[in-house]
């Protein structure tokens, strides 16, 4: 049974309508449950897909995608290592949350390194 979300044009109302089959969508005219009116936009919601875990990670590891990586920008680096391990399932641990928070705010990946091998993170 498909089932729209539209809003009204003309006053705000949010609201779903639930059809029996296509054709009967077609064959409706949407009017606005608060004040009648037929100026009507439907509204597209976000949809989710899901894909197993092996396609996720491919499709992050994926060199096409990681070629305009600017290694000499920490901030970038930061975001694209943020972005691998939310796709990994995992609690990557709060080294790589540091690291991370570290190179988003700008410092440089050589900085970081330098006070890890000094046993100050």
Not at 44 to 67: C, F, G, M, N, Y
Not at 82 to 97: I, Q
């Amino acid at each position: 049974m498909p089932a729209y979300d539209y809003r009204c044009k003309q006053c705000g109302t949010a609201f779903t309508k639930r059809y029996e089959s296509i054709a009967a969508m077609d064959a409706d005219t949407v009017v606005c449950p608060n004040c009648a009116s037929t100026e009507i936009g439907q509204i597209i919601r976000r949809v989710a897909i899901t894909t197993s875990e092996e396609r996720r990670l491919e499709r992050i590891a994926d060199p096409a995608r990681l070629a305009n990586l600017d290694e000499n920008d920490p901030k970038a680096l930061g975001r694209t290592m943020r972005e691998l391990a939310s796709a990994m399932d995992e609690d990557p641990g709060p080294e790589f949350d540091e690291v991370t928070r570290r190179l988003e705010s700008g410092e440089s990946p050589d900085s970081i390194e330098e006070s890890f091998t000094e046993g100050d993170p």
